[in-house]
């Protein structure tokens, strides 16, 4: 973290200042609106603490529903130029390795006083956008309120109940009315996707296993699925995000957008889908796109991990850029969606702050919060850092695999050759899902080709796992 320009300590003067911070900050009357009595909830990953969103939704007559997301009020805690919001603007992000997390926030604010957290009162920056029957949204709007978490919920086990493989989590069960309230919210975003894949949303598959401790040892890695609740949250967040955005639109007020650019790359992902017998436009076309990707992950689901990680590779990467109200935006290629920004995760994401401190800004009639020269070099750090964050998790993915794999040096597995270059070839064990060299026995190996190796050397230092052919 420290070569990359990431600080993984909090200054002292930040920590004299959390100590200074003794409750969480409720405020109530003027245009903070109490909204404490709807059945909202949270979805997370199983040990999440850092809460950053609620949802609840209402059914209206005609068969829309008018979904509400509840924001976390970071800002209110946490003032520009402060200690603590200097350190978040130096990361930008909180950096999620195996062995340790490191927030963007203190732990105090991020997991407690500034979390939607489970049970409690906190204020927030509502979200409220009118979904239409065939998934599109329509009418929106953004005000401050007190909220009130009724049921912390996780992912998986939400999936399960949905899925009909599992009874109802427990705070679904205890809390009236929560069954009826998620499963609205379910079949609400299951419309919105489906709109959203017709318009050219992409989905793709990649494989990012996760470390699994007991104490300090490795003794496992573990794909996180997308699940119904996983996607349930990720279309929600996606129309937050747009919300947000069309609100500083419409305010006149600059705004740090998300982008993904239409991709330079594109004949190379012709190319690609040529060679699996596919045809694609020859400019870029994400409803093609997702046809075709569609179309192999049902033919291919072994390879497809492998196919997504190339067309990642070839759409590029996302970045922040300021826009001006009236200016055109790239928006962003892989969601198909025009207006977009990142604003619902203020506790892990710095980018997510800016625009909190826009929105309020402007629900509150002052002037904006950033000038012109100061929001586009925070939008280039912002994108500089997240790179850099990701580069540490990546590397240290690498060493848990490899750290697992040291005591088995000798076994067999079969594997998935993903790639085969001048530069080398490497292969995919499916268990545990680990990659690494082939550095022996290569000849005449093509991608795609299953293969049985022998693991011969790891270095968990470097993230090195070194097989040769059995």
């Not at 489970?118 to 005000?143: T, W």
Request: charged share 25%.
């Amino acid at each position: 973290m420290i070569d990359r320009g990431l600080q993984p300590d909090f200054s002292a003067a930040a920590l004299a200042e959390l100590a200074s911070i003794t409750g969480p900050i409720i405020q109530k009357g003027g245009d903070v609106r109490d909204l404490r009595d709807l059945l909202w909830a949270s979805i997370d990953n199983d040990g999440s603490l850092d809460l950053d969103q609620l949802s609840v939704c209402e059914k209206l007559p005609g068969g829309a529903v008018k979904i509400l997301v509840a924001i976390a009020d970071v800002d209110e805690t946490v003032k520009t130029g402060s200690a603590i919001d200097q350190h978040a603007e130096q990361n930008t992000t909180s950096v999620y390795t195996p062995a340790q997390v490191f927030p963007m926030l203190p732990e105090k604010l991020s997991t407690d006083l500034t979390s939607l957290a489970d049970q409690q009162d906190r204020l927030s920056i509502v979200m409220e956008v009118i979904i239409a029957p065939e998934g599109s949204a329509e009418a929106s709007d953004i005000y401050r309120a007190i909220v009130h978490n009724r049921a912390k919920l996780a992912y998986d086990s939400v999936a399960a109940w949905l899925d009909g493989s599992a009874p109802a989590p427990e705070p679904v069960s205890r809390v009236r009315g929560m069954e009826d309230q998620i499963r609205t919210q379910d079949a609400v975003a299951r419309k919105m996707q489906q709109l959203r894949h017709e318009r050219g949303a992409i989905v793709l598959q990649t494989l990012e296993p996760q470390a699994v401790f007991d104490a300090d040892m490795v003794v496992d890695l573990r794909l996180d699925k997308l699940n119904r609740a996983r996607q349930l949250i990720e279309d929600f967040m996606i129309t937050a995000n747009g919300v947000a955005a069309r609100y500083l639109e419409r305010k006149v007020f600059p705004s740090i957008r998300r982008i993904v650019r239409s991709p330079e790359n594109w004949p190379r992902i012709v190319e690609v889908a040529s060679e699996l017998g596919e045809n694609l436009p020859p400019e870029p076309d994400s409803k093609a796109l997702q046809i075709f990707l569609a179309k192999r992950a049902k033919a291919d689901p072994l390879r497809f991990p492998d196919l997504s990680l190339v067309i990642v590779k070839l759409l590029g990467k996302g970045e922040y850029v300021v826009e001006h109200p009236g200016e055109p935006t790239a928006g962003h290629f892989g969601l198909a969606v025009k207006d977009y920004s990142h604003s619902t995760a203020p506790n892990r994401r710095f980018p997510d702050l800016i625009i909190q401190r826009l929105l309020k800004a402007a629900m509150a009639g002052d002037p904006v919060p950033y000038d012109d020269g100061r929001l586009q070099a925070l939008a280039a750090h912002c994108t500089q850092k997240e790179g850099d964050a990701n580069k540490v998790e990546r590397q240290v993915r690498k060493s848990a695999a490899a750290l697992l794999l040291q005591s088995r040096i000798g076994e067999c597995f079969q594997a998935l050759v993903t790639a085969a270059a001048e530069k080398g070839t490497w292969v995919r064990v499916l268990k545990p899902p680990v990659e690494g060299r082939l550095v022996h026995g290569f000849e005449g190996l093509q991608v795609g080709k299953s293969v049985r190796v022998k693991l011969v050397a790891t270095d968990a230092e470097k993230g090195f796992i070194d097989f040769a052919r059995a």
